[in-house]
């Protein structure tokens, strides 16, 4: 309450006004912007062939290093994450107008385009991952954004948990990838090509870096988290998940093709799961009605495709696909922030109820009719271009062309029939009477509309000079992703009539015709099947999520009855079974010397007052004589440290044993009667797990003091302590400096749990906070 | 004094311990680096005389002369500890890299950055013992 009170006094300063009204957008974009610029500066050098490197030492001893690479594959996706960044900047002021938390959405969009710029420049095979990771982290923030929504949380946990998993995948595949090729430089891989394939670890490298690439690209059977992120507000949806993020794991295909590529395991995977996702993603597309839905899964399809293309490989593959992506991310982002002023301006995203919106948002409308004519492949835009040369690739696949060809004409009809449903019906006028929208519709404010514009506008610029503007990334792209050097000649129109051509007028004239007759039918039999296909996925996992949280229940209630004696008893039993287990089959136990070296009669005696200390412990009537007992025992310890020359053991034995007895005297007369209550048979297992743990601490001192493979460490740390660490308490030494890092990690455990029981101790909670968090968990289990 | 203390003997002999048991203290934690001692044994003495006082007074007369909260000891015990981890950093050397100066405070002898990292070790076993020990005599 209090903090809306100081937000709204915040926002009536002028400043804040003026942000909250979009002016924030313009500024912000700059930045953006001089990266694009800069990053465009760098295209000559590029497109001549040259590769930049840049590399920082950062932890040697691994091999890691923070290392980048500018080539062609890298600085397309640069150019295209930075320049629909700045767009998409831009158009978040506008549409965000008025929203408190501004700042935070721009944190948020500016931590994730920091990410995505490293991931795709990184040159190491772990400074790729930091960064793939940091993409997963800041887009489960911009799509659970509106948190005060339960479906925005679930949504965003949903692709954290997807995209997670999978990260924690490719950590290991690219670990794997690491060991194998001996090198985790990424452009040093390409020549370790046979090594890696070789290795005998190419099969579990593979599984584990298509995990992590197809739970972030939304490839079968991962797709459904993709639609669920919608419930990002549309910027991200435009930026995130249609145009950057989600082409990550397509971005990794890419860039380990030379290490990885060009086996028939890699063609067929995926060839296959990238035709299985583009065929569904296009067929569950148009029976949509929500516009971010549709487009959803359109993308879900343009990423099948990309990878499909990626599996295909050979020259004509990866051309295709590197003139797809950017075909594909111009007119998808553009398409998102049309269906963005769509809702902002009337309210309502639902297909079936908006049209004739023309007339009151033109620049908009003619934005969206180019994005939408390259998205059906139409020439002069570039998704034609996209177009043949994808058909020229199937046709000329190494296996099954015909069936990935036919698999790929009928996405593309259902992608004409899409690209109507989004830019054409809500336009034009249907002919039936209009629906009113929540809002009387109007064209939006500059920022707006100028992304859409400017998207759309590139389409057919880059269709219509691609020559001179594509052909050169393009080339170096390609020549990156094969390893090799290409000569690529892109055209606009084909000078001859081809196969490929002929299938692109076919599809074109299908698509026209499903669009204006066939979408009825298609809505219904997308309708049918969407419990199997849309929503088993999303239930199957939320099953897989719910039965994770009913075993991690089971298991806490296994472990944590909430009774100490149940804590002991598991703790003191888990290192007993694990230590016996190493001790037995480890160690050689015949090294042991029981009697070497004589006792002395003040030893003895020690023992002794130890010994009956225990006795007394055990047959104590009330907890003074326990405690006395107890500390009988310990400061028996504390001489025994003192016989054998430890001062510093001592001195801490002895502290510790005078502040328990403190200790327990404080808390002595609050504890209840000291009854026995529990069981003989209890006792019985108490006494053997005790004694248990008792012969095997005596087994591993004994074995320590016998064995010769640990002494070198003592003249060690004593040559070394004055020497290097300047201190003849070599104890001490070892604690501040030598292990100092332990020390650390051990104070900070002991400050937690010193906070632990301060708040066990001070914390009454109120029956009511209890319900809450009852409550609270019940929202959880949901999911 | 909130309460009459429960013996006078025992009253008496903790106000006249207590300073002793800190000086001890001190001695051991700057002795720690060539003789036996440190930061850990000298921190449990300092706990060990605090709860010395609050079970012959009470917890809130050993709160009164402790002046610091003891949660507030273990906060800035660790960051201590980070920072003299840290110093070696602006060099250029690894996390933690032990600093010597040449010169020798009088009486005190060498302060370096292990001999930081002790005292903030000291701190914070103070803080840890002393707010169990407190928390737990008040409840």
Redesign the interface.
């Known amino acids: 309450m209090a903090q809306s009170e100081i937000t709204q006094a915040d926002s009536q300063s002028p400043l804040m006004a003026w942000a909250m009204r979009g002016g924030i957008g313009w500024v912000l974009s700059i930045l953006p912007l001089s990266l694009t610029l800069y990053f465009a500066s760098l295209l000559p050098t590029i497109t001549s062939g040259t590769v930049l490197r840049v590399s920082y030492t950062w932890i040697p001893s691994l091999g890691v290093d923070f290392a980048f690479i500018v080539d062609g594959l890298s600085l397309t996706f640069v150019l295209l994450v930075l320049g629909i960044g700045t767009l998409v900047v831009l158009y978040a002021g506008g549409y965000m107008a008025g929203d408190r938390q501004i700042g935070r959405f721009y944190l948020y969009l500016f931590l994730f385009m920091g990410a995505m710029v490293g991931l795709v420049l990184a040159d190491n095979l772990i400074t790729l991952f930091v960064f793939w990771e940091l993409t997963s982290i800041s887009s489960y923030l911009l799509i659970g954004y509106k948190h005060a929504y339960y479906s925005s949380r679930s949504s965003a946990l949903q692709a954290l948990l997807i995209t997670g998993a999978g990260g924690l995948a490719l950590l290991a595949g690219l670990v794997l990838l690491g060991i194998a090729a001996e090198t985790q430089t990424i452009s040093e891989l390409g020549s370790r090509h046979e090594l890696i394939v070789n290795s005998g670890l190419y099969a579990p490298i593979l599984i584990l870096v298509l995990i992590g690439a197809f739970t972030k690209s939304a490839q079968f059977p991962f797709q459904f988290w993709l639609p669920g992120a919608m419930a990002a507000p549309t910027p991200v949806s435009a930026y995130l998940h249609s145009a950057t993020m989600v082409k990550a794991g397509v971005f990794l295909l890419a860039r380990l093709n030379p290490a990885l590529g060009d086996t028939p395991a890699w063609q067929i995977t995926l060839t296959v799961f990238g035709a299985i996702t583009m065929a569904l993603g296009a067929y569950l597309a148009v029976s949509q009605t929500d516009l971010k839905r549709i487009l959803a899964f359109t993308t879900v399809s343009s990423l099948g495709t990309l990878v499909m293309l990626i599996g295909i490989g050979g020259e004509h593959g990866i051309v295709a696909m590197m003139v797809f992506l950017i075909v594909h991310s111009l007119y998808k982002g553009c398409l998102f922030m049309v269906a963005g002023n769509i809702d902002h301006e009337t309210g309502s995203r639902d297909v079936s109820i908006l049209s004739g919106l023309r007339r009151e948002m033109p620049i908009t409308f003619g934005a969206a009719a180019l994005a939408a004519l390259s998205m059906a492949g139409l020439p002069p835009l570039l998704g034609f271009v996209g177009k043949e040369l994808i058909y020229e690739s199937t046709l000329d696949a190494r296996f099954a062309a015909a069936a990935v060809t036919t698999v790929a004409v009928a996405s593309n009809i259902l992608m004409i029939v899409a690209a109507g449903m989004v830019a054409v019906r809500p336009f034009l006028p249907t002919g039936t009477t209009r629906h009113s929208t929540p809002r009387h519709p109007h064209e939006p404010p500059i920022s707006m509309w100028l992304g859409p514009a400017v998207l759309a506008t590139l389409s057919a610029v880059f269709g219509l000079f691609v020559v001179q503007v594509m052909q050169p990334i393009v080339t170096q792209g390609a020549a990156a992703i094969l390893g090799e050097a290409v000569e690529v000649k892109l055209k606009l129109l084909p000078t001859s009539i081809t196969g490929y051509f002929l299938l692109s007028v076919l599809t074109i004239a299908l698509g026209i015709v499903s669009y204006l007759y066939a979408r009825p039918a298609l809505m219904q039999a997308g309708k049918a099947t969407r419990g199997a296909l849309e929503d088993g996925f999303v239930n199957g996992f939320t099953d897989l999520v719910n039965n994770t949280q009913a075993f991690a229940r089971w298991i806490t209630r296994a472990l944590q009855s909430g009774y100490l004696r149940r804590y002991v008893l598991i703790t003191i039993g888990a290192v007993v079974s694990v230590a016996s287990a190493a001790l037995l089959t480890r160690a050689d136990l015949s090294a042991i010397r029981l009697f070497d070296t004589p006792l002395f009669l003040w030893e003895t005696a020690t023992i002794l007052v130890i010994l009956a200390g225990v006795a007394l412990v055990l047959r104590a009537r009330s907890r003074l004589t326990a405690i006395a007992g107890l500390g009988t025992v310990g400061f028996g310890i504390t001489l025994i440290f003192f016989f054998f020359g430890a001062p510093d053991l001592v001195m801490t034995q002895f502290s510790v044993e005078t502040l328990s007895v403190l200790l327990f005297i404080l808390i002595l007369y609050r504890l209840p009667i000291f009854t026995t209550i529990s069981h003989r048979y209890s006792r019985l297992r108490d006494g053997i797990v005790a004694g248990l743990a008792g012969l095997l601490m005596t087994m591993i001192t004994l074995l320590t003091i016998a064995g010769e493979e640990l002494k070198p460490l003592t003249p060690f740390y004593a040559e070394a302590s004055y020497v290097e660490a300047r201190g003849r308490n070599v104890v001490n030494v070892i604690l501040v400096d030598f292990r100092g890092i332990d020390t650390m990690g051990e104070i900070t455990v002991l400050g937690i749990a010193s906070l632990g029981i301060y708040l066990l101790l001070t914390l009454r909670l109120a029956p009511a906070d209890g319900q809450a968090e009852a409550e609270d968990s019940t929202g959880k289990e949901q999911l | 004094m909130k309460r009459r203390p429960a013996s006078v003997i025992f009253a008496t002999g903790a106000r006249y311990i207590l300073p002793l048991m800190l000086l001890f203290a001190f001695f051991?934690l700057l002795r720690?680096?060539?003789?036996?001692?440190?930061?850990?044994?000298g921190g449990?003495?300092v706990?060990?005389g605090f709860?010395?006082f609050?079970?012959a007074y009470s917890v809130a007369d050993a709160r009164q002369i402790l002046r610091v909260d003891?949660?507030q000891l273990?906060?800035w015990?660790?960051l201590l500890?980070?920072l003299s981890?840290l110093l070696s950093l602006l060099l250029g050397l690894p996390?933690?890299t032990?600093l010597?100066p040449d010169f020798a405070i009088p009486a005190i002898g060498?302060v370096?950055t292990?001999?930081i990292?002790?005292v903030?070790?000291f701190l914070?076993?103070i803080?840890?013992?002393l707010?169990?020990?407190f928390?737990?005599?008040?409840?």
Do not use: Y
């Open positions: 051991i720690g680096h060539n003789e036996p001692g440190g930061g850990f044994i449990l003495v706990a060990c709860a010395l609050a079970l003891p949660i273990i906060g015990g660790l500890a980070l981890g996390f933690m032990g010597w060498k370096g292990p001999t990292f002790d903030a070790v914070v076993v803080g840890v013992v707010n169990v020990v928390s737990l005599a008040e409840s």
